[in-house]
C-alpha cells in the first residue's frame, strides 16, 4: 500500500520560500515520477510539477521560475521549495505518485501566506 | 481559464446515469495525449478514477467509464448513488504549454 504524507510549515509570510516535504512508504522514489498538485481554497487543482530520480523534470510555466521539486532517496522523500510567495500561493498542497497517471496522493496540507 | 474545459456543475437522480464532459484543444486531447479523471469527495485528496482515457484502476466499480473522441472526453457514472456527489476533474498534457493541465472540475449533485 502506497501512502505519501506532506509535512511543513501551515503559514508563511509574503515573499519568503514554502518549503514542503512528502514522505513516501510502500514504493521507492527510485521507481516512479513524483509531483506536487496544489488546490487554492475553493478552487480546482494546479499541477506544480515533477520530478524523477535520474533528475528530470518538468515545471508548470506559470510558476517554473519560483518552483523547485528535489528528492532524497536516502529518506525515501521528496520536498517542493517555492520562492517569493504572495497571498494567492494560499492552498492546500498535494503531493502524489505518478505512473500511467497521479495514481497515489497524499492527504494534503494547507499552507496560508500571510503576515 | 483553465485550458481544458468543464461544466461547472452536473446533477442526477438517484439510479440515473450522468455524463461528465471535458473539452480540449488540438495541443491536448486533439493531439492524442492521454486523459485522466479523478473523483474528489468533500474535503478528500482526489482520487484516479480513470486513466488512460476508458481504463480503470483496481477497486473502481465498472460504472464509471472513459470515452474519448476528437478533442474532447467523457466519463460516465451509471447507477448513480448518493456517494458519487463529489467534484471530477479531467487531467491531460499539453504540448503548447509544455505540461499538465487540469480541467476546473464539475460538481456532481445527487438529487
Known amino acids: 500500500q502506497v501512502q505519501l504524507q506532506e509535512s511543513g510549515p501551515g503559514l508563511v509570510k509574503p515573499s519568503e520560500t514554502l518549503s514542503l516535504t512528502c514522505t513516501v512508504s510502500?514504493?521507492?522514489?527510485?521507481?516512479?515520477?513524483w509531483s506536487w498538485i496544489r488546490q487554492p481554497p475553493g478552487k480546482g487543482l494546479e499541477w506544480i510539477g515533477y520530478m524523477y530520480y535520474s533528475g528530470t523534470s518538468n515545471y508548470n510555466p506559470s510558476l517554473r521560475s519560483r518552483v523547485t521539486i528535489s528528492l532524497d532517496t536516502s529518506k525515501n522523500q521528496f520536498s517542493l521549495k517555492l520562492s517569493s510567495v504572495t497571498a494567492a500561493d494560499t492552498a492546500v498542497y498535494y503531493c502524489a505518485r505518478v505512473t500511467a497517471a497521479i495514481d497515489y496522493w497524499g492527504q494534503g496540507t494547507l499552507v496560508t501566506v500571510s503576515s | 481559464q483553465s485550458v481544458l474545459t468543464q461544466p461547472p456543475s452536473v446533477s442526477g437522480a438517484p439510479g440515473q446515469r450522468v455524463t461528465f464532459s471535458c473539452t480540449g484543444s488540438s495541443s491536448n486531447i486533439g493531439a492524442g495525449y492521454d486523459v485522466h479523471w479523478y473523483q474528489q469527495l468533500p474535503g478528500t485528496a482526489p482520487k484516479l478514477l480513470i486513466y488512460?482515457?476508458?481504463n480503470r484502476p483496481s477497486g473502481v466499480p465498472d460504472r464509471f467509464s472513459g470515452s474519448k473522441s476528437g478533442t474532447s472526453a467523457s466519463l460516465a457514472i451509471t447507477g448513480l448513488q448518493a456517494e458519487d456527489e463529489a467534484d471530477y476533474y479531467c487531467q491531460s498534457y499539453d504540448s503548447s504549454l509544455s505540461g499538465w493541465v487540469f480541467g476546473g472540475g464539475t460538481k456532481l449533485t445527487v438529487l
Open positions: 510502500g514504493d521507492s522514489i527510485s521507481n516512479s515520477y
Open positions: 488512460g482515457n476508458s
